[in-house]
């Protein structure tokens, strides 16, 4: 038997689960980003809160969120895996990190 289809079925699965560790990485790289905004938003100073600066930025915050999910949902109704521009590099490397991590113990 050609052991080329059982390396390739290797690979598949390998990027499989790849890409499933990806996609949970994204989710939790945007917990970590929206725990940050929350507790920066916690800490202003009242001043600072009732500004028409923070009206901007939780309209920002709000549209970035909605757009961000309109576009993780295209993707998956397309079939494809979505690619988060920023979120999708800092995971692929915290990936790689842990992979070399796990090599060398």
Known sequence: RCTCSAAAAAAAAAAAAAAAAAGAGQ?????IVAMI???VEENLPFGVLWTPWSDL???LMFWFVFLLVVYCL???????YC???L??????MQIE???????GA
């Open 74 to 80: 295209f993707f998956c109704f397309m079939g494809w």
């Open 97 to 103: 990190q842990a992979e070399q991590m796990g090599q």
């Open 57 to 59: 930025f939780y309209a």
């Open 37 to 39: 905004l929350i507790v």
């Open 83 to 85: 690619e988060i521009p």
């Open 87 to 92: 979120i999708s590099e800092g995971v692929y």
């Open 27 to 31: 989710g939790v790289m945007l917990d």
